[in-house]
Nanobody, 124 residues
Framework: QAQLQESGPGLVKPSQTLSLTCTVS??????????WGWIRQPPGKGFQWMGS?????????NPFLKNRPRTSISRDTSKNQFTLQVRSVTPEDTAVYYC??????????????RGRGTQVTVSS
């Protein structure tokens, strides 16, 4: 069973770039049929799917998120890692961020297979 571990800074200043990395062990991010992505849970709100990348490196993003134009996902297959970047963050980007493994993508997909999450606070 693959295990996912998020890493990155817990505090980011407004207007800076948030960068989180997910390290995958026990499985490969190039395995056919799997998607590797990010969801987040802002304080007092539900989970929000941000985006995912498939085994070929194609990316999919949630078109309904306000920060969609500022979000990107990339990967380093040599390290079996994938990374989330959110540019020009605001306090609204404060949330617990989780990396996920799924068999589908989209706002209604199942993202229950995920890491333990990492708190990110945007504040000056």
């Amino acid at each position: 069973q693959a295990q996912l571990q998020e890493s990155g800074p817990g505090l980011v200043k407004p207007s800076q770039t948030l960068s989180l990395t997910c390290t995958v062990s026990g499985g490969s991010i190039t395995t056919n049929g799997y998607y590797w992505g990010w969801i987040r849970q802002p304080p007092g709100k539900g989970f929000q799917w941000m985006g995912s990348m498939n085994w070929r490196g194609d990316t999919y993003y949630n078109p309904f998120l306000k920060n969609r134009p500022r979000t990107s996902i990339s990967r380093d297959t040599s390290k079996n890692q994938f990374t989330l970047q959110v540019r020009s963050v605001t306090p609204e980007d404060t949330a617990v961020y989780y990396c996920t493994m799924s068999r589908a993508v989209g706002v209604d997909a199942d993202y229950n297979y995920r890491g333990r999450g990492t708190q990110v606070t945007v504040s000056s």
